[in-house]
């Protein structure tokens, strides 16, 4: 049946259009046609895959383990429900019969067309040696290809990756982090080569060497392997053999045009289509991997876009014409920013403009041939990537802005270094393209924010941009605060600048993944920044502390200058030393170190402090490790007065001696303190144990307070007596001493194991609520007990701090770490 002349949305049978291919390309192609005429056909695809469409470019994410299948879903059953589209899953299209105008599948099933859509997309290549059909040599092109390599990884092992082109790459890093050994293996002499110049390969190519790849360049491999049936090795035409439990090959790929060429339809290495992506049959259209357009193939999601964007506009009665892509690649390696445009390729009349910075692993690259740019290369920091790119699609005179270009689209247009970045993306054009992985341009974005998507999650529900692989979530988010200045709908704060995760996603992850080391994280979690911030190091470590105790090494590097030095830098440069005095208690010995101290090193001032101890002031810096070392000498361990951590147990003098109290205050107090000394916390954490209700150490404004009354003790959390003063409220009551210490040691675990890295306690019981903080602890009646267990265990670990040890025999432990002790690189302030 051939499709009618005009069509009458009232009166005619809808035209029958079936897909071959249930991919990205085709189904995305489904989705420009609906949304221009949802009307107009009657749609079945056949898909070769027994699953719905997902998003293929996530596969790597789906190896390292960063995302599940459900998450890289792009077309759930409903879609295909809701639209009434039929989807004919795992029995692939084996013949097309164009003369009846039908498609016989795998299973004998015949349907017929109007119009038909070729997109089964592209085949891998297989390189051509012995050994190649072994159990165990796999592709990286479909889930199932991703179930394989789980398979292999979760038996440990040696992986062999052959190609170290982008996919090869990922799935290098993705066996990388399921713990296997992977060597990988390139013909050519540059990684990338297609994508980058020889100095951004190499600096790849040393940072994969330094997470633990293998990486082997100008290699060429003679055969697989075989041992006991299975794959066993490769080896190499030099020679070398390299042990293998499994061999993926990722060397290239190749449009798949068997069922267009049995067709009779005009291929060469494509499916050959015109402008409109209408084939030598003009009832059969093809779109992605498997065409020729203009004598080239792409293999990149961009221009796929471009083509159903096309495609869908001629088969709705507007034709725009597809006249080919410039593209743009991004690597998908968490933690590695590399990003490549056009031509880098130079040739006579190109000039290279090049910047590198060798202390931040960054190299830029911009060819520019008569005042255009034709190619960019950026290493380490590809914040400008998209800038770069717009201007070389749009063959824009760079004269003017030349002396500039290199240092990115703020400084060039005049605002310098420190230029508002949301001008920067104001500045780039509708067309320009915003998210690669799903070829959203900025235009669709805004349309889609003053349409009503007021947040991130809405923009990514409805457009798709930054639902991906989440590169673009800033230039999403510098939209939004364009587009809707104050309306913005504010979601969870991330954790910084160098990451989109929040507090409680790193928090969670680092649980669920079993992260136990910073740069683990930073892989896994997709930091933007090589080593990360002032802001995040401080964080994960605490973090990584708190989840792994025992485990984790706490990183010095990562910690405050105050934390590191057991000492508050003052105004002038100085530094001032508490040491601890349990419950405010002191004695002879102590007064007597203090004041040795104060004499050998001449502070000018010996302050006693809000928290019931002697603040020494005036100490030089070189001066520290002989002032903690006489102090620990007489028995005084740290006072943390400057560490997120425990600082002071504030007490009162009790039943003791004060004719009004009614329990013993200094005594609980003592206690209190000699059981959570050197815990670390999300902030400085203050207690106080007043011995009657008259509240002499001020226990409700403090973290955790204890008041004694005739009957027991109350006890009081989330107070502050800081720039906001607030007041505790009250957790509950108990009768006896150890039921106090029991609650404390449980809400200081639960405040550990659930607050952001410097929230106080009153923000945190504001931001969860009481009764959120009542129901982990006494919902269940093991609760308190099981938190309290966790607290004494991560103790066990916090107080072998050497600064934290308390005096008994020979100190020369602490004296060594002392004298070792040496300023980081970077010291946060």
């Known amino acids: 049946m051939n499709a009618p002349t005009s069509f009458d949305k009232a009166s005619a049978l809808r035209e029958k259009l079936v897909v071959i291919g249930n991919g990205m390309a085709g189904c995305r192609a489904v989705e420009e046609i609906l949304a221009r005429d949802p009307e107009r056909f009657d749609i079945t695809i056949f898909g070769a895959e027994p699953r719905v469409n997902y998003n293929r470019i996530m596969l790597s994410p789906v190896l390292a383990g ?138 790849l190519k040393t940072e994969l060497e330094r997470r633990g790849q293998t990486i082997l360049t100008g290699a060429d491999t003679q055969e697989i392997i075989e041992k006991d049936g299975h794959v066993a090795g490769v080896r190499l035409k030099d020679g070398q053999e390299i042990a293998a439990d499994i061999v993926v090959m990722a060397v290239g790929i190749r449009p798949s045009t068997r069922l267009a060429k049995t067709a009779g339809l005009d291929c060469e290495r494509g499916v050959m289509v015109d402008d409109h992506m209408v084939t030598s049959d003009p009832n059969v259209l093809a779109v992605g991997e498997c065409v020729q357009h203009r004598g080239l193939c792409y293999g990149l999601v961009a221009p796929l876009w471009e083509m159903c964007r096309s495609l869908a506009d001629h088969l709705t009665g507007s034709p725009s014409g597809y006249l080919g892509s410039v593209t743009s690649t991004k690597l998908k390696v968490s933690g590695i920013d590399v990003f490549s445009a056009g031509d880098f390729s130079g040739g006579d009349g190109a000039e290279d403009i090049v910047m590198r910075d060798a202390a931040r692993g960054v190299y830029k690259r911009v060819v520019v041939k008569d005042d255009r740019i034709v190619g960019a290369v950026l290493y380490g920091d590809t914040a400008d990537g998209n800038w770069y790119f717009d201007l070389l699609k749009k063959a824009e005179d760079i004269s003017e802005i030349r002396d500039g270009l290199i240092f990115g689209q703020a400084f060039a247009l005049g605002g310098g270094a420190n230029a508002d970045p949301n001008a920067a993306v104001a500045a780039l054009s509708d067309d ?50 364009l587009t809707l200045g104050d309306e913005v709908q504010a979601g969870a704060k991330t954790l910084c600048k160098c990451t989109s995760f929040t507090h409680d996603d790193a928090r969670r992850l680092i649980v669920e993944k079993e992260l136990r080391a910073m740069p683990q994280v930073m892989q896994e979690l997709h930091w933007t920044t090589p080593d990360g911030c002032a802001s995040c190091r401080p964080a994960l470590n605490y973090y990584l ?114 004719r009004f109290g009614t329990q013993d205050s200094t005594g609980l107090g003592v206690k209190i303190e000699q059981m959570t000394w050197g815990s670390w916390m999300p902030h400085k954490f203050k207690i106080a144990v007043s011995g009657c209700p008259r509240n002499c150490a001020e226990a409700t404004i403090k973290d955790f307070g204890v008041v004694c009354v005739d009957s027991g003790y109350e006890l009081h959390v989330g107070g502050n007596g800081g720039i906001k003063v607030r007041a505790t409220d009250l957790l509950c009551k108990v009768s006896t001493e150890e039921e106090v210490m029991e609650h404390c040691a449980a809400f200081i675990q639960l405040y550990r194991e659930d607050a952001h890295y410097l929230e106080r306690t009153a923000p945190w019981l504001e931001r969860k609520g009481l009764e959120w903080i009542k129901a982990q602890m006494f919902a269940d009646p093991d609760a308190v007990r099981r938190l309290a267990a966790r607290f004494r265990h991560s103790q066990k670990f916090m107080q072998d701090d050497p600064w934290a040890k308390r005096a008994s025999g020979d100190r020369s432990d602490l004296h060594q770490h002392l004298a070792t002790v040496r300023p980081a690189q970077t010291e946060y302030a």
């Not at 105050?562 to 349990?582: C, F």
């Not at 203090?594 to 002697?614: C, F, H, N, S």
């Open 66 to 203: 960063e995302k599940t299948f459900e998450e890289i879903v792009l077309n759930t059953a409903d879609w295909y429900a809701q639209n009434a589209i039929e989807l004919v899953s795992g029995d692939p299209v084996d013949h097309i019969d164009r003369t009846r105008q039908t498609v016989v599948s795998r299973s004998g099933r015949v349907e017929p067309y109007d119009k038909l859509l070729i997109a089964t997309g592209s085949d891998p290549f297989i390189i051509p040696v012995p050994g190649r059909d072994l159990p165990g040599v796999v592709t990286f092109r479909d889930l199932d290809d991703v179930d394989k390599m789980l398979a292999a990884a979760g038996q440990g092992g040696n992986a062999v990756v052959i190609g170290g082109g982008l996919l090869g790459l990922e799935a290098a890093h993705g066996l990388s982090l399921r713990g296997m050994k992977v060597t990988v293996i390139h013909l050519m002499p540059t990684l990338m080569e297609r994508q980058l110049d020889e100095a951004a390969g190499w600096l």
């Open 432 to 481: 320009a393209e915003i998210c690669g992985c799903n070829g959203v341009s900025k235009g669709k974005v805004v349309e889609t924010i003053q349409a009503g998507a007021c947040s991130l999650d809405a923009v990514r529900s409805q457009c798709k941009a930054s639902a991906s692989c989440g590169s673009c979530t800033g230039l999403v988010e510098s939209l939004l605060a």
């Open 545 to 658: 502390l708190c989840a792994w105790p025992g485990e984790y090494e706490d990183d010095q590097k990562s910690r405050f200058v105050n934390e590191r030095l057991h000492a508050n830098i003052q105004k002038d440069g100085t530094y001032s030393v508490v040491p601890r005095m349990w419950g405010g208690l002191t004695n002879p010995r102590e007064l007597r170190a203090i004041a040795d101290v104060v004499e050998k090193y001449d502070a000018p001032m010996v302050k006693v402090t809000g928290g019931q101890r002697l603040d020494i002031f005036g100490i030089k810096k070189e001066d520290l490790p002989a002032v903690w070392a006489d102090l620990n000498a007489a028995g005084m361990v740290s006072g943390h007065a400057y560490g997120k951590s425990l600082r002071t147990v504030k007490t009162c003098v009790g039943s003791e001696w004060c």
